[in-house]
Structure formats: structure tokens, C-alpha cells
């Protein structure tokens, strides 16, 4: 399954306690912005699908702040492995 393969690539403590880590999280949401993006490809006039994604994208941009001011280096790693840009931090 993908999830457990991400797990196994993120290094922390245990990997049951890796599903709340910050970088899980980037990545489920993530996950689910690609999803709902190409959903929306196709269709183009639902709108509460719209406003979920945008929902999810503000959620991930507050995880991706925290997570660069906690510690920049994880955060560098994990927007190159998710081939995401870089936010600008205020």
C-alpha cells in the first residue's frame, strides 16, 4: 500500500506514530489536492468540491509554515520528494 511505503520513507521514533507527524499529514493532503484537482478538471462547476480544496490547501500551507520553522531541513526534503513549490513565509 502507498501509506505504509510513505511511512516507512519518513524517519522518525515508532511508525505507528507516524500518522500524526507533520510530514504525513503534508503528504495525505497532498494526496488528496491531486485527487480533487483532476476531479475538477472534469468538473468544472462543483463548487463545494472547489471549496474543499480549498479547504485542504490552506490546511497544508499552515502545516508546511510549521513545519519550516520547526526544522528547514525536513521541510526542503519533503517539498522535493512531493515535487511541490516552496511557500513564502511572511
Known amino acids: 500500500m502507498v501509506k505504509n511505503l510513505f511511512i516507512s520513507a519518513i524517519p522518525q521514533e515508532k511508525t505507528e506514530n507516524n500518522k500524526g507527524s507533520a510530514e504525513f499529514q503534508i503528504w495525505n493532503f497532498t494526496k488528496r489536492i491531486r485527487r480533487l484537482t483532476s476531479h ?17 490547501l490552506g490546511k497544508r500551507q499552515r502545516l508546511l509554515a510549521y ?15 512531493l515535487n511541490i513549490q516552496e511557500q513564502k513565509i511572511c
Do not use: P
Open 67 to 81: 513545519l519550516s520553522n520547526q526544522n528547514r531541513v525536513r521541510y526542503k526534503e519533503l517539498i522535493g520528494q
Open 40 to 56: 475538477l478538471e472534469l468538473h468544472k462547476k462543483d463548487y463545494l468540491s472547489r471549496r474543499g480544496l480549498r479547504k485542504i
